[in-house]
């Protein structure tokens, strides 16, 4: 009797264990780097003995700040830990072209999976555009290259999934220098009323190829509700450099839900004002500001 009792407990454990192992389908896993993401597309040709495929939390590029990561395979299904990759961006207009702010791409810690972030200027068709990726690997001994893969980049949506919502603005600045800004909100993703966790990424633009990161900038921020008589918020912190995390932080408050105006004024180390103003009676908004709606 004691025998037959191990055989069901054995068989319980196991049992559990596989059923738990079935049903782990968020977050990333050991075993299948790609767990929780969604698949935006596969890059490969005929010449290339790897298919290098895209991912993010949504399956989607978009307008503004998006967060990617690429795997590599190779033909047996392998996934590949030691490659070196790249993937540049740029939008033909036609007549010009140009990229946009951009991270290096880096393997994730611990896993067969790579990461980098984009601050798409446009969105796929604006002003007749087309994105296209020219990606380079190299994997041991072995380099190569695809190129002019067309991505496409959504616009980013109000609620009402008509109206396109603010998240990335190009500008000059005011204080004579003539340097060029891109200033990209990447939180709240998921706003809620109180207190949200905010960042951006500042790009100065030093051609139309090249966007460098700026640190020790400042965005004070006045978040508004025109809706509501253009009323405020108590308690906001403005964006500071961040430095382990290598991006502005602040804090944003919510006083209820609906459309809210972020508004800014883009301070250089020295705290002189590149660009923005403050909202008055008169002045209802930044000249620099972002949009928000929950």
Known sequence: ?????????????????????????????????????VKIQDFEDEDSPYTISLYNET?????????????????????ISDAVLSAFP????????HSTPRSEITPVTGKTLYEAYYSFLMYSGQGSGIWYYDIQ??????????????IDVKNAFRSDGVTDR????SLVAIDGSEKRYVVSLVEPLNPKV????????????????TY?????????????????????SLNNVDLTWDAANRIHKGT????????????????????????????????????LYFEVEF
């Open 1 to 37: 009797m004691k025998k037959y009792t191990y055989i069901l407990f054995f068989l319980f454990i196991a049992f559990a264990s596989c059923e738990s192992d079935e049903g782990n389908d968020t977050g990333f896993d050991d075993s299948n780097p790609v767990s929780g993401l």
């Open 59 to 79: 399956g989607n590029l978009q307008l503004g700040y998006t967060k990617v990561y690429f795997t590599v395979k190779d033909k047996e299904g392998n996934y």
């Open 90 to 97: 740029e939008m033909d207009m036609g007549i010009a072209k």
């Open 137 to 150: 690997y190299t994997i041991g001994n072995v380099t190569g290259n695809i190129t002019d893969a067309v």
């Open 166 to 169: 603010k998240v990335v603005q």
């Open 194 to 209: 109180g207190a949200n966790q905010i960042s951006a990424y500042v790009h100065e633009r030093i051609d139309a190829d």
């Open 212 to 232: 460098l990161p700026v640190e020790n900038f400042t965005l004070k921020i006045d978040p508004r509700m025109p809706s509501m008589g253009n009323h405020s």
């Open 252 to 287: 944003v408050n919510f006083s209820m839900t609906g459309y809210w105006k972020l508004n800014f004024i883009l301070l250089n180390e020295e705290g002189e004002t590149l660009y923005g103003n403050p909202v008055t009676e008169s002045v209802q908004s930044s000249s």
